[in-house]
């Protein structure tokens, strides 16, 4: 039998009207409260009224973008000034990232850079964080249950990891009601990465019988979810895809992901290209490519099988379950990446490099050759426009 841990918040609510409890947990951490929040999302305004009624101090940090390492020290700042008890995120994956670096942070003894992977020195976190509470409204990076914060470092061309198991969220709760009427861009743009985030993870090395259950549930859920909502608004599938965010972002916290994340956090450090736009993308390629190189060297692909199966089920029709799901991908507006076709042979050769060394790699099925690599480039390329 395989060894394995679990990895995963203590305190987690799912379903809709989960959040309506929210304040009670946060207060009772304290009644200085440090709220990160995305934009408008009228939730957020009830919520914030609700811990000032119940004597709350509430400090206020907007968060419009992916977090940069500047916006990370701004807001470790503000909430040492502020001695907050509790810092909450309520928004998408990168408020979440911005308020669980904010927490970890606010008791550590050095600066942000040297506790970064690939640009500072990767020092082991070396504080206790402030207690973390977690309310997603977009249902795609699974953020709230994963142990790393994704932060920007634009003067490397570089996005990196703040990682450790304390920075796991003290309290969640997922509310598929939040996710509602969410725009096409916020609907697709994210829910492509939480699809991605069940497929990578049961695919990889790292794959345990408790990611297994959980990806093998929510790869069709997904599917169909998706496919739902590209036909119009549909609360069942938006329920359906705040669980596949969900249990995509325990299956990379416990199994890791693959090789297309691993170029996607390449690709966007080096552009503003949205992140969950790049994994649809690039996850059909990645699928081929991985496929040819389980063959080449005898590693059993009947788990990639399984994943054209329920692609085959979901979509119908005769193509290769590949481009069966470059046409999911047109279905569901996601954009066309310029970037895919306009970096020069010396940036291809630079994202390949980078990728090739990039913490979701590592987990990857198979050891992929610069060769594969380029050729997931090149593919994602060429089915862009598939099915339009």
């Known amino acids: 039998m395989t060894v394995f841990s679990i990895l995963q918040p203590n305190d987690l609510s799912f379903g809709r009207g989960c959040a309506a409890h929210a304040a009670r947990k946060v207060l009772g951490f304290g009644r200085r409260v440090l709220l990160v929040r995305g934009r408008s999302v009228r939730w957020c305004d009830d919520f914030h009224a609700d811990l000032v009624a119940a004597g709350a101090k509430v400090t206020v940090l907007p968060c419009s973008r992916e977090p940069h390492l500047s916006d990370v020290v701004a807001a ?50 070396d504080a206790v964080p402030v207690p973390f509470v977690a309310i997603p409204t977009t249902a795609g990076t699974g953020a709230e249950v994963t142990r790393n914060a994704v932060i920007a470092v634009p003067e490397h061309r570089k996005k990196v990891s703040l990682r450790a198991t304390s920075m796991m969220a003290d309290v969640v709760f997922v509310d598929a009601a939040l996710t509602d009427h969410s725009p096409a861009v916020v609907t697709f743009g994210s829910g492509f990465d939480a699809l991605v985030q069940v497929m990578e993870p049961y695919l990889s090395s790292r794959a345990t019988p408790y990611t297994d259950a959980l990806c093998r549930d929510g790869i069709p859920r997904g599917l169909r ?29 416990n199994a890791g ?28 390629a990645t699928l081929q490519v991985n496929w040819e190189a389980c063959q080449r060297s005898g590693i059993d692909v009947s788990r990639f099988e399984e994943v054209f199966r329920w692609i085959d089920a979901a979509m119908g029709g005769p193509d290769h379950p590949v481009l069966k ?12 990446l310029p970037i895919l076709s306009e970096m020069t042979p010396q940036e291809r050769e630079d994202v390949t490099t980078a990728a090739l060394v990039s913490s979701s790699m590592s987990a990857n099925i198979t050891q992929l050759s610069r060769a594969d690599v380029l050729k997931i480039l090149d593919m994602s390329r060429d089915f862009q426009g598939h099915g339009a």
């Open 225 to 253: 979810a998706l496919l739902q909502l590209a036909d119009g608004e549909d609360q069942s599938a938006r329920d359906d895809l705040a669980v596949v965010s969900l249990f995509g972002g325990l299956a990379l916290t």
């Open 325 to 336: 799901f470059a046409g999911l991908v047109e279905k569901c507006s996601v954009p066309i």
């Open 76 to 125: 470790t700042d503000a909430a040492r000034a502020a001695q907050v008890d509790v810092v909450v995120a309520v928004g998408g994956g990168s408020v979440i990232d911005l308020a669980k670096a904010t927490a970890a942070l606010i008791n550590a003894t050095h600066p942000l850079i040297d506790y970064l992977e690939g640009v500072g020195s990767g020092r082991a976190l």
């Open 257 to 284: 992901l693959g090789a297309a994340h691993g170029l996607a956090g390449v690709i966007g450090g080096w552009s503003d290209v949205p992140h969950g736009a790049l994994c649809g993308r690039l996850i059909g």
